[in-house]
Nanobody, 120 residues
Framework: QVQLVESGGGLVQPGGSLRLSCAASGSIFSIAVMGWYRQAPGKQRDMVALISSSGSTNYLDSVKGRFTISRDNAKNTVYLQMNSLKPEDTAVYYC??????????????WGQGTQVTVSS
């Protein structure tokens, strides 16, 4: 069994910063792509940022230059540094990972989500 546990969400003023973390645990052999998605009320879940095991990244256009995704492969952890936050960034942020378990079964795993609210 593999789990993703997120932390770091909260309430921040416009222009502020937050750092999200997501740690994977369980019977992990390897992790390929890790990423962050977000879902605002009444809207679809959108990809925010992805990072491969080699460090290649991909971002939602509206967060380019403001958000940075990174990962620590030794800790099976992915981070999302969010700067210059805007009210439209308000959403539940979900961690996602493509995990190969010790049993060599590949799973796509989601975290439970963490709320990010940008408001004055």
């Amino acid at each position: 069994q593999v789990q993703l546990v997120e932390s770091g969400g909260g309430l921040v003023q416009p222009g502020g910063s937050l750092r999200l973390s997501c740690a994977a645990s369980g019977s992990i052999f390897s992790i390929a792509v890790m990423g962050w998605y977000r879902q605002a009320p009444g809207k679809q879940r959108d990809m925010v940022a992805l990072i491969s095991s080699s460090g290649s990244t991909n971002y939602l256009d509206s967060v380019k230059g403001r958000f940075t995704i990174s990962r620590d492969n030794a800790k099976n952890t992915v981070y999302l540094q969010m700067n210059s936050l805007k009210p439209e960034d308000t959403a539940v942020y979900y961690c996602n990972a493509d995990v190969t378990a010790v049993a060599r079964v590949t799973l796509n795993v989601w975290g439970q989500g963490t709320q990010v609210t940008v408001s004055s």
